[in-house]
C-alpha cells in the first residue's frame, strides 16, 4: 500500500540542499509549530486541485473524500490508513512550500493551495 501513498504526492519530485534539520528549526521558530505551518490544502505544482487538506488533527484526501488521524514525531508525519500507515519523513515547510522524504528516501515537493 506504499504504492497509494505515492500516487498522492508523485507530483514533484525534488529538493533543494536546504531541506536540512536547521532549515526546519528555523521555520518552526517562525510557525510556531510543524503542525501550525501545516495545516491547509496541499498539491502539486500545476495542479487545478488539492490533494490533501491537513486540518489539526486529521488530513483529508480529497481523491478518497475520506479524512484519517495523523500523528507529529520530530519532523515525521505519520498518517494512519486503514490499510498501512504512511510515512513523510524529515517534512520542512518553509512560505508554501512543504519537502519531506517518502520512505525510500525519494525527496517529494507540495505546494500550499490558497
Known sequence: MKRTLYLFFIFSIGCNSKTSSDVVLTQLTKTGSLKAALIGRWGGLGEDNPVWEFKQDSVYYFD????????????????????????LLNMCIIKDTMTFYDEPGIPIKGYRFK
Do not use: F, M, W
Open 64 to 87: 478518497r473524500k475520506q479524512s484519517y488521524p495523523y500523528t507529529i514525531i520530530g519532523n515525521d508525519i505519520v498518517i494512519k490508513l486503514p490499510e498501512s500507515e504512511g510515512h
